[in-house]
C-alpha cells in the first residue's frame, strides 16, 4: 500500500511539473475557444518568468518591464489563414491597460479601430496583417493574422467575442 502511495506521489508531481498553471494567461486562451478555426495543438506553449525569452526573440525586457509575468500562445488555422492569439498575465490591469498605450502610441496615428467587448484596445489593419492590442483585467492580449482582406477585421473581432 505504501509503494502504491509514494508511486502515486511521484506521478502527481511529475504531472504538476509537466502542465502549465492555471494562470489568466491560459484561462483566456482555452482549447476549442474559437469556433470555425482549427486549433494546431503542436504549436501551442505556454511559458512564464525567464522562459519568455523564447517567445520574444530577445524583446523579453519590454515585455518584462511592462509587467508580463507569463504567457499563452495558440495558433489556429481556417483554410489558408492563420491566426496567432498570445494571452499574457500582467502583474496588475493596470500594467495590462498601460501596455496596450504603450503599443497605441508606439504605432502612431495608424488608423485603428475599437476591440469587441469585454476587451479594450485596438484592432489594425497594415502592413499585411491584422493585429490586435486589447486588455481585459490583468491580461493583455496580441492576435496576429496575416492577410490584406477587408474581412479579416470582421474575423479577428470574431475571435476576440469567443475569447471571454
Known sequence: MKRIIATALVLASMLAIAAPAITPAVKALPKGAVAGWKEMASAARYVAGNDLTGLYDGGIGLYQDHGVL???????????????????????????????????????????????????????????????????????????????????????????????
Not at 73 to 100: C, E, P, W
Open 70 to 164: 507569463d504567457a499563452q500562445q495558440r495558433i489556429y488555422q481556417k483554410g489558408n489563414d492563420y491566426l496567432t492569439a498570445t494571452a499574457h498575465t500582467m502583474k496588475s490591469a493596470k500594467h495590462a491597460a498601460s501596455f496596450v498605450a504603450y503599443w497605441k502610441k508606439s504605432l502612431g496615428k495608424t488608423k485603428s479601430s475599437p476591440t469587441a467587448k469585454p476587451w479594450n484596445g485596438f484592432v489594425m489593419q497594415q502592413d499585411g496583417a491584422v493585429t490586435v492590442q486589447a486588455s481585459k483585467g490583468v491580461v493583455y492580449l496580441n492576435i496576429s493574422l496575416p492577410s490584406d482582406k477587408k474581412s479579416a477585421v470582421a474575423e479577428v473581432q470574431k475571435v476576440l467575442k469567443a475569447l471571454k
